[in-house]
């Protein structure tokens, strides 16, 4: 049973950064992890993955600010969010799929595909 904990979010001002990290146990090195987002009235939509090899992918909205990490010794998976904007204000979540190559669609890691959710932590980015 793979479970995952997100930890990190905040308020911050725009400009401003922050690290989400989430950690995960139960799962296999064949697994692909990813980052989501869900604003209020929104679909929830992948932001960034990494494959079980390390490939990673990146929201278009995103490229260039965020990063995603991963511990494999410590099972914490990571965002680095930089130069935050209003727009990013969201739930965050992080998610597994039990392949090493995440299921994407458009080029990103679809949350249908998602076997594993964590409970969310909240990113509000202020004006």
């Known amino acids: 049973q793979v479970q995952l904990v997100e930890s990190g979010g905040g308020s911050v001002q725009a400009g401003g950064s922050l690290r989400l990290s989430c950690e995960v146990s139960g799962y296999t090195r064949s697994t692909c992890m990813g980052w989501f987002r869900q604003a209020l009235g929104q679909e929830r939509e992948g932001v960034a993955d990494?494959?079980?090899?390390?490939?990673?992918r990146y929201a278009n909205s995103v490229k260039g600010r965020f990063t995603i990490s991963k511990d494999s010794a410590k099972n914490i998976l990571y965002l680095e969010m930089n130069a935050l904007k209003p727009e990013d204000t969201a739930m965050y979540y992080c998610g597994t799929e039990s392949a090493p190559s995440c299921t994407r669609v458009r080029g990103l890691f679809h949350s249908a595909y998602v076997e594993n959710w964590g409970r969310g932590t909240q990113v509000t980015v202020s004006s």
């Open positions: 990494i494959d079980a090899d390390g490939a990673t």
